[in-house]
């Protein structure tokens, strides 16, 4: 295979866990199928991990490691949408989008989300690290917290359903790892290199 046909590098991702509908306290309550068609071949091009969301509801979460943390993935509800929608940007404690794909962008909640394949963007799909931004906590959701989102009980920071820090010591919102949809049902995490990550 010449170099031009050598494809980019990119696995079929694992779902480690997964959760129910709104209101789920906990990851793990659930395990789906895993599949892995990782691509070997040796690349300089960053790897992206492949998850499949065809399953996903609207009101579902799931959680994958992705270079060494915690990747959550939620298809928001209508709910969820309006409730970030309806948000001031003067209301948030940190104004920036926090988000790999858009760097420049405000926090509005049309910035926290990921824009699915060739379709219209409703604002379905969050996509942040599911780490805490005032000391690193794993914060509890989905569905908990004052905002209905999420909860960290280390420190008693409060997250809304756009992954924005609202209440309490966290001071920037939930960041937004870089990925982007490949086809309608497929959802890409794109290797940063902040993190360590072990090539097989
Ligand atoms: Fe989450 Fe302190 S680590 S509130």
Not at 28 to 39: A, D, E, H, K, Y
Not at 65 to 85: L, V
Request: hydrophobic share 35%; aromatic share 8%.
């Amino acid at each position: 295979m010449s170099e031009q046909e050598t494809p980019s590098p990119r696995r079929r991702d694992f779902l480690f866990y997964a959760t129910g509908g709104a209101g789920a306290a906990a990851v793990g309550s659930g395990i789906w199928p895993l599949v892995n068609s990782m691509n070997t071949s040796a690349s300089a091009q960053p790897w992206t991990f492949d998850i499949d969301v065809s399953d996903m509801q609207p009101g579902t979460e799931i959680s994958v490691q992705f270079e060494g943390r915690p990747i959550f993935i939620r298809r928001r509800t209508a709910g969820d949408i309006a409730a970030a929608r309806s948000t001031p940007l003067s209301e948030l404690p940190d104004t920036h989008a926090r988000n790999a794909n858009r760097p420049e962008a405000d926090a509005s909640d049309s910035n926290r989300t990921i824009p699915p394949f060739n379709g219209e963007d409703r604002g379905e799909w969050l996509v942040v690290e599911g780490i805490c931004t005032h000391l690193g906590c794993a914060p509890l959701g989905d569905g908990m917290g004052d905002f209905n989102a999420r909860f960290c009980p280390c420190h008693g920071a409060h997250f809304d359903t756009a992954g924005r820090a609202r209440q309490g010591p966290a001071p920037t919102n939930m960041a937004i790892p870089r990925a982007e949809f490949v086809d309608a049902t497929t959802l890409a995490l794109k290797e940063t290199g902040r993190f360590s990550f072990q090539r097989q």
